[in-house]
């Protein structure tokens, strides 16, 4: 990485899903940076959360390789003499490298720490706010309890590593605001907490990678803002990459590092936010074009 | 809409007489032709060995009597029952009382049977203490198993009396062909039907929902074939006998020198096995209690409670899906193991008749009533619903009212069945429909039971 840019976290290469006869992402590659907001931006049904799903084990990849390595990033090299040893991935040094294709989603959460919120939100609602920020913390907490036997017997450990999780939840309370109503169910709380507290969970579990799908979606304008100052204190203050996928155009330029944009499953722009308004072909994408130069591209291709 | 109109007629202090009537009318007319069938008439066998007819008419005319006269009466009294739905729906028994109800009913529990003796004298007492103490305790401890399968992880199970089984034979076997005591056999029972529960795990983890009650169902039927046709091993139809019965630390329970009277200078009585079994399964149903309590507050039953909330953003949050589910599987079958090895040591007999599906429906039945996922509510409502069975053998005095013949036991299912409707009409999530949380920062809520989910599976 010559030209002075950050290390690359997550590197997409060569990505297609195909379901039956629709492909839904094709021949996509992107490479999202250490310490960078990258946005994944496209008009509907572009395959954005397909893409997403891929990432994070959700869906199986039709072909492509998707790698993640922290806190050394991966050179090609490396990437591809581990996918030649045929296994999923090599830890070293408190991280590792990741092949996430080959990797089912809840490791791709618990080993590449990689976080991930959802379109429709998927709140733990018959649980309090903050049972659902501990149930984040399940891993580290089960191997606290001696997968439940020690802490069935009470143990020492298990009660101190309980209350650490306790505070850790009170911590991102206090961040997202909504500390006093931690002891309330989930499902009580206001479409824009609901949101927030999602992204907070998620940040629970303690992710070299926060992936937000639509985390602005149907937040008013305020709220958006608070989202704005929120998203980038956890880049700056908790040192976590983003990677989201978002409509609302507003919170993309203000805040992304990175954009990548695509457009029936084929990415057509990547690039910074400032490159990327100006680019005709975006503008084609999400606006549409002048007749006549529908009309001078179906005579160039002969219609 | 409906609320609108009843709160107009409420308002109008005029009673529509005629409308009340025809309502009524109807109402018996639906109850006569429902009693028709399944009343009016009883099939006897004469001297001579044939089927005869015998007619009930005064019995079908008492009830569409009643049932005229209930619809009249709420027809034309004034209330709104929408209020009424809503008052029943606001009591809830907070967990609160419910701990203060929980102690006072364990020092009742423990004096329970010398309660019984005290009022009903030492030969009334065995009913009291069997049929009903022994009895209850039983299915509070296989609704206190299911309830982790079902009520915390929402995976339902409909073939949990399998596991009930597998514990009560493979406890059975193991004392009858190897001479292991109660004491031996009855962890080596439960370990066994957790291994069964892991292994009926294993194939239905990915289904959910109807699927897997309909394959859990089928589950339970396999294992009572397996006990129907392995004649060699489990005897068939014809069961297994002479089964141990557990003693006091090696002490027995008989009139012989060496038995549990005259060791402790005591006149011989079987009450005292009686007694000693009641404190057995107390013992295992508290067991069971104290270690879901335990277990809903460590991890592990917590990602059973996220589980059942939303499974998919418990995958992307790390959590093992896969073992999250067979723990709870193989956690709630262990109960169930115990349960059984406690059974078949309790009645020295097994055969597959105690293991058809109807039990596995109580069983399902007891913890949907009692409210899913509620220790206290769980234990109330197998109280009410096998205290309730075994109370109607005792209504004889009905006998007076419609004659000799009748049997009120022989309406136990209809009556079970009414229960179930109004609990369900009222009480749509069970008696106790809230949800304690597991852990808290400043003050302990309950969380209202319109936000936590069934489960899909």
């Known amino acids: 990485m010559t030209d002075g840019r950050a290390d690359p976290l997550l590197t997409v290469d060569k990505l297609t899903m195909r379901f039956g006869g629709l492909v839904a992402v094709n021949d996509l590659s992107f490479v999202a940076r250490r310490g960078d907001i990258t946005a994944l931006i496209g008009p509907n049904g572009a395959g954005k959360t397909t893409v997403f799903n891929c990432i994070t084990g959700f869906y199986k990849p039709s072909c492509g390789r998707i790698a993640l390595a922290f806190p050394v990033p991966a050179t090609l090299d490396r990437i591809d003499a581990l996918t030649g040893t045929g296994e999923r991935w090599a830890t070293h040094d408190g991280g590792g490298l990741f092949l996430l294709e080959r990797m089912p989603d809840f490791q791709i959460a618990a080993k590449a720490r990689i976080a991930r919120t959802f379109q429709n939100i998927r709140l733990f609602s018959g649980m309090t706010v903050l049972e659902n920020l501990i149930v984040a913390q399940h891993n580290p907490l089960m191997r606290a309890s001696g997968f439940s036997l020690l802490g069935l017997f009470g143990s020492g450990s298990y009660v101190a590593a309980e209350r650490a999780a306790v505070e850790r939840a009170a911590h991102w309370l206090e961040r997202i605001d909504i500390v006093d109503r931690a002891d309330d169910s989930a499902g009580e709380l206001p479409y824009g907490d609901q949101r927030r507290l999602e992204i907070a969970r998620a940040m629970c579990t303690d992710p070299v990678l926060l992936c937000l799908d639509e985390p602005a979606a149907g937040l008013n304008p305020r709220e958006s803002a608070q989202l704005n100052s929120l998203l980038r204190a956890i880049r700056d203050e908790d040192k976590t990459s983003i990677l989201l996928i978002e409509h609302d155009m507003s919170v993309v330029m203000e805040i992304s590092d990175h954009v990548v944009v695509l457009e029936y499953g084929t990415k057509i722009a990547d690039g910074p936010p400032a490159e990327i308004r100006n680019d005709p072909k975006v503008i084609a994408a999400y606006l549409g074009v002048e007749d006549e130069e529908v009309q001078q591209a179906e005579a160039e291709v002969g219609i | ?457």
């Open chain 2, 1 to 457: 809409m409906a609320t609108l109109a009843e709160e107009r007629s409420a308002a109008s202090p005029a009673i529509a007489w005629g409308a009340a009537v025809k309502k009524a009318a109807f109402a018996a007319l639906v109850t006569f032709g429902l009693c028709f069938p399944i009343i009016a008439f009883r099939t006897d066998t004469d001297i001579s060995n044939r089927l005869v007819l015998e007619p009930r008419w005064n019995l079908v005319a008492a009830l569409v009597g009643a049932a005229f006269a209930v619809r009249f009466l709420l027809a034309v009294a004034p209330v709104r029952r929408e209020k009424l739905k809503k008052r029943a729906r606001r009591f809830t028994i907070s967990d609160r009382t419910s701990n203060v109800l929980g102690i006072l009913g364990l020092g009742l529990l423990a004096a329970y049977p010398f309660l019984a003796i005290e009022f009903t004298g030492a030969a009334g007492s065995v009913k009291w203490i069997d049929n009903f103490g022994i009895q209850i305790l039983i299915y509070i401890m296989l609704g206190w198993g299911l309830n982790i399968v079902v009520g915390l992880a929402g995976l339902l199970d409909l073939g949990y009396v399998a596991f009930y089984a597998v514990g009560a034979y493979s406890a059975a076997l193991l004392a009858t062909t190897f001479g292991l005591s109660f004491w031996m056999v009855l962890p080596l029972a439960g370990i066994l039907a957790a291994f069964w529960g892991i292994l009926l795990g294993f194939p239905v983890l990915r289904l959910r929902g109807d699927y897997l009650a309909i394959v859990t169902l089928a589950f339970g039927e396999i294992i009572r074939m397996i006990l129907i046709n392995w004649i060699d091993v489990t005897g068939g139809y014809a069961g297994i006998s002479g089964i141990p019965r557990p003693t006091f630390f090696g002490i027995p329970f008989n009139a012989s020198d060496t038995g549990f009277a005259a060791v402790f200078g005591l006149e011989f009585t079987p009450l005292h096995r009686t007694i000693f079994l009641y404190y057995i399964i107390l013992l295992l149903a508290l067991l069971t209690n104290v270690v879901t309590i335990r277990l809903r507050r460590l991890p592990v039953g917590r990602a059973w409670e996220a589980l059942r909330e939303d499974e998919i953003a418990c995958r992307a949050l790390g959590i093992n899906t896969v073992s999250t589910k067979l723990t709870a599987f193989a956690t709630g079958a262990m109960f169930g193991g115990f349960a059984g090895a406690f059974f078949s040591a309790r009645q020295g007999f097994i055969s597959p008749e105690s293991f058809v599906f109807m039990e596995s429906a109580v069983i399902v039945a007891i913890v949907v009533l009692g409210g899913m996922g509620s220790q206290f509510g769980v234990a109330l409502a197998a109280v009410v619903m096998i205290g309730g069975t075994e109370i109607l053998r005792e209504l004889d005095w009905l006998k007076t009212v419609f004659g000799p013949d009748f049997d009120p036991t022989q309406y136990r299912m209809l009556l079970f069945g009414l229960a179930m409707v109004i609990v369900m009409i009222w009480k749509p999530r069970g008696l106790i429909s809230t949800r304690e949380p597991s852990v808290f920062l400043k003050r302990r809520k309950t969380v209202s039971v319109e936000h936590v989910k069934e489960g899909h599976g």
